[in-house]
């Protein structure tokens, strides 16, 4: 069957958390009923399955990963509503993380068969186009073994600095959650939390290493074109309406 690499993107600005993550569970089990009727269907018959990429903000709020200790969650319920964040335990790999406004966060929920049926090279993929989208800010920026996401001082680890966060599901080759790019978070709301469970590396975003504010449209404009080159895809702009 024919793969579709067309994306369709959605900018849905500043989003609550639920809302985003209800609006990814509805679009994958679209293509995942599109998947399962295909496979009843003779070649001819057969559906391409659509693509899509969700690029938003959220309000302050911590997520748990499946493989998470709730213990690296250092607030209790109190602590939480002084800080006006929220908390969820959700479905992606990975531990805790903490997403809040001037974060660039990227949903991809793609059929990797339109693409390639490999996992890992579908995380490099992602943590390669935040490292292009870096470097066009004078960053250097990479991988450290064994931890996902993009770090700075990757190389000598005098002092690492993580700045993008990932943590993906996959199902059926469909993938949902994805990518958090500190661009100008407030960094000390990732002191209420172990990040990602690594208590002995810290946090950074692009306004601190650069020294002045990003307009977070200007990186999600860099992210889309080096996202759209590595999975050599076609981006295709679609209106985010409120109430999917």
């Not at 690296?72 to 531990?95: C, M, P, T, V, W």
């Not at 809040?100 to 943590?127: C, K, M, S, W």
């Not at 993008?164 to 199902?171: I, Q, R, T």
Request: hydrophobic letters at 35%; one cysteine or more.
């Amino acid at each position: 069957m024919k793969q579709n690499r067309d994306i369709i993107f959605e900018k849905m600005g500043l989003v609550d958390y639920q809302q985003a993550w209800d609006y990814q569970e509805q679009l994958l089990k679209g293509v995942v009923e599109i998947k399962t009727q295909n496979r009843s269907l003779p070649e001819e018959e057969k559906r391409t399955t659509p693509n899509y990429l969700l690029l938003c903000q959220h309000p302050h709020v911590y997520t748990l990963g499946k493989s998470g200790h709730e213990a690296h969650l250092l607030l209790d319920e109190q602590g939480l509503a002084e800080k006006q964040a929220s908390f969820y335990k959700i479905n992606r790999g990975g531990d805790i993380t903490y997403h809040g406004p001037g974060q660039l966060v990227a949903y991809p929920i793609l059929d990797l068969e339109n693409f390639f049926t490999d996992i890992h090279q579908y995380l490099r993929l992602l943590e390669e186009a935040v490292i292009l989208t870096l470097a066009e800010y004078g960053l250097k920026t990479g991988r450290i073994v064994g931890l996902t996401g993009v770090w700075l001082d990757f190389e000598e680890q005098r002092n690492p600095r993580k700045i993008c966060a990932m943590g993906v599901k996959c199902s059926r080759w469909v993938t949902m959650h994805g990518l958090a790019l500190n661009v100008n978070t407030d960094l000390n709301y990732f002191g209420n939390i172990v990040p990602c469970g690594i208590s002995d590396k810290a946090v950074t975003s692009l306004e601190k290493e650069v020294g002045h504010a990003v307009p977070v449209e200007e990186v999600e404009e860099k992210l889309l074109r080096h996202l759209e080159q590595l999975f050599e895809a076609r981006m295709l702009a679609h209106q985010y309406e409120e109430g999917h």
